[in-house]
């Protein structure tokens, strides 16, 4: 959980023949959490776009996600039967799935081998791009970064400091 990995999906709409490409990376993760990360993405993307009102029109839609991972298949499948137990890692992923299945989308998981398709040839291009651009800017000096990625970077080296008692522990702030 501690190594950079990219992440990337396709979304294709069957009513509107349109399609959407997902991605990025991320500084500490792992493969499954990579492997998880598009269809949540794409899924809320979706949601806010054209799901919410067909929704309200048909009540439910039903998604089939294309994985080459077993084992988001597995627990993804697990995760739309809500009488089914899932893993604790990853579970606010899982936990996700489920309130998107409360909204009424109804996930199909389907694992397939992985570059079977052109799609998922495509996504694993790009989630390796994306885990290389998250390498390569992680090993950046402050002078070649943004504004902004300079921001991110000292506020995450920051020490919270109370001037009456001293350092603050974040992680225990209620």
């Known amino acids: 959980m501690d190594r950079p990995c990219g ?3 396709i979304l294709i709409d069957n009513q509107t023949k349109g399609r959407r490409v997902n991605f990025g990376a ?18 809320n993307w979706f949601d806010g776009q054209y799901g919410k ?8 839609l039903n998604v089939h996600v294309v994985t080459d991972s077993q084992v988001v298949a597995t627990w993804g499948n697990a995760a739309m039967a809500n ?12 936990a996700s799935l ?12 389907h694992w ?4 079977r398709s052109r799609f998922n040839w495509a996504a694993d291009l790009i989630a390796g791009l994306s885990r290389v651009a998250m390498c390569s800017a992680a090993q950046l000096t402050p002078a070649d970064l943004t504004v902004a990625q300079n ?7 920051l020490d919270f400091e109370d001037p009456m008692t001293g350092p603050l522990d974040v992680y225990s702030l209620a």
């Open 83 to 94: 009488d089914m137990r899932v893993p604790r890692k990853h579970g606010a992923f899982w």
């Open 98 to 109: 489920r309130y998107l299945r409360t909204l009424g989308y109804v996930c199909h998981f």
């Open 26 to 43: 991320m500084n500490a993760g792992s493969i499954n959490l990579a492997e998880t990360m598009p269809y949540l993405s794409l899924l």
């Open 7 to 9: 992440w990337a999906g």
């Open 53 to 60: 009102a067909r929704l309200e029109s048909q009540g439910f």
């Open 151 to 157: 921001a991110a970077r000292v506020i995450s080296e």
């Open 112 to 115: 397939e081998s992985r570059q």
